[in-house]
């Protein structure tokens, strides 16, 4: 199975900082990662496919990089109703996996 | 509008069963693999399996194999997880979402989950 080491497990910032989560597969997964969104007690929301593309009708504050093994989100100016739990999930291969999870708090 | 509703999810003794419905609108669900996904209480995410668009595909989660089983009713727009032999570990809220999967000059192609329902609850508990 590819493990996804997501990084870090929470953190806190304030409204207008700029955030960076990373992600790390145990092997390539040229890609084939996404990047999802959850609120408490609501589904989780896609914000990139494909590592760096935007999904429709995410703000641009939102980016995706990388390829292979390391990837990265970053919001460039925290909102606040970007208070939330983020997961990258690879999509190369069997089983699926999630990273552990962002929670992102106020600061 | 594209939908995803779950139903079926409630209270279980360990061992028993239970079986999770998935209704789809606002699209040609006959077109799309779909997935299931589950999160335990305060826990993050993992997928447990999906089913190709006409069924004749299905990929699960070790975790899950052989007692659960994933399945469809493109008449009825509708995904289903059969759940038996089910443990306190299976606790969970269960999500359907929609899964690209893709074919181009026959190499497959995968984009993931990008719609997903609001959920289900499964407790398993004596």
């Known amino acids: 199975d590819i493990q996804m080491t997501q990084s870090p497990s929470s953190l806190s910032a304030s409204v207008g900082d700029r955030v960076t989560i990373t992600c790390r597969a145990s092997?390539?997964?040229?890609?084939?990662l996404g990047w999802y969104q959850q609120k408490p007690g609501k589904a989780p929301k896609r914000l990139i496919y494909?590592?760096?593309s935007l999904q429709s009708g995410v703000p641009s504050r939102f980016s995706g990089s990388g390829s292979g093994t390391e990837f990265t989100l970053t919001i460039s100016s925290l909102q606040p109703e970007d208070f939330a739990s983020y997961y990258c999930l690879q999509h190369s291969s069997y089983p699926r996996t999630f990273g552990q999870g962002t929670k992102v708090e106020i600061k | 509008e594209v939908q995803l509703v779950e139903s079926g999810g409630g209270l279980v003794q360990p061992g028993g069963s239970l079986r999770l419905s998935c209704a789809a609108s606002g699209f040609t669900f006959s077109n799309y693999w779909m997935s299931w996904v589950r999160q335990a209480p305060g826990k993050g995410l993992e997928w447990v399996a999906n089913?190709?668009?006409?069924?004749?595909?299905?990929y699960y989660v070790d975790s899950v194999k052989g007692r659960f089983t994933i399945s469809r009713d493109n008449a009825k727009n509708s995904l289903y997880l059969q759940m038996n032999s089910l443990r306190a570990e299976d606790t969970a809220v269960y999500y359907c979402?929609?899964?690209?999967?893709?074919?181009?000059?026959?190499?497959?192609?995968?984009?993931?989950?990008?719609?997903w329902g609001q959920g289900t609850t499964v407790t398993v508990s004596s």
């Open positions: 092997q390539g997964i040229r890609n084939d």
């Open positions: 494909a590592a760096s």
């Open positions: 089913i190709k668009q006409d069924g004749s595909e299905k």
């Open positions: 979402a929609r899964d690209l999967v893709g074919m181009v000059r026959g190499v497959i192609i995968t984009f993931g989950m990008d719609v």
